[in-house]
């Protein structure tokens, strides 16, 4: 996999798959609950940026792994993708509440949250380019202080990106976001109160850290 052919090969092809299948399902969830969305050319375009640089900024990453400057364990796949989980849980949710409190972060973070009252098929891609940026130096520093199993990090990335086409679908019509009872994983109903409330749930995966610093609604 360490073949800069086959390494961008997988990473090109699974990024414009994603993205394709985030589009399909967005838009056969809104026809079968019968929301009526629209994108516009110049919101697909900037999605469409982000789709190139959520690929380009893997780079970085593959020279570190080239060098040896990061590195994967033999660690259990179970144990090691928990551990994953957990912290970019916690660090997703400190990334978020900073990028609401933090007047210039609040700015860059401002180009998602146009999309406050519904979300189209390319929200999930909607974002400032920094942002997308800073989310990929994330995992690549994380990735450099830790060493875990490939497959599981492999595994993560996908349920990454699966967890994020889910807390970006519209709520069913029927649901009421301000009286949707509480999980421990965060929901489309809770992303989407975020989206209208601002300064309340920030977890990503779950509401765990919402609930132990008090911004859970």
């Not at 009526?36 to 690929?55: A, C, D, G, P, Q």
């Not at 700015?107 to 098929?121: D, P, R, Y």
């Not at 994020?164 to 965060?186: D, E, P, Q």
């Not at 809770?190 to 300064?199: D, G, R, S």
Request: with cysteine; hydrophobic share 50%; aromatic share 18%.
């Amino acid at each position: 996999m360490k073949e800069p052919i086959i390494f961008f090969s997988l990473l090109i092809s699974a990024n414009i798959i994603g993205y394709v299948f985030n589009i399909i399902i967005s838009k056969v969830w809104d026809k079968r609950h019968k929301h009526h969305t629209s994108t516009s050319k110049k919101e697909v375009l900037y999605s469409l940026l982000i789709l190139l640089i959520n690929i380009l900024i893997a780079i970085p990453g593959y020279i570190l792994w080239q060098i040896d400057m990061i590195t994967f364990s033999s660690d259990n796949f179970l144990i090691s993708f928990i551990a994953l989980f957990i912290l970019m849980d916690f660090l997703m949710y400190v990334l978020h509440w900073c990028s609401h409190n933090i007047p210039y972060l609040n700015k860059l973070h401002a180009k998602h949250h146009e999309h406050s009252i519904g979300f189209n098929a390319v929200s999930l891609y909607y974002m400032s380019l920094w942002e997308a940026v800073f989310f990929g130096l994330l995992l690549t520093i994380v990735s450099i202080v830790f060493s875990f199993n490939l497959y599981s990090f492999i595994v993560f990335l996908v349920f990454n990106w699966l967890y994020g086409v889910i807390t970006h679908l519209n709520v069913k019509k029927n649901v009421n976001i301000k009286t949707a009872k509480k999980s421990l994983f965060t929901t489309n109903r809770f992303h989407q109160k975020h989206h209208q409330l601002n300064y309340y749930n920030y977890g990503f995966y779950t509401v765990f850290w919402d609930e132990v610093f008090k911004t859970v609604k």
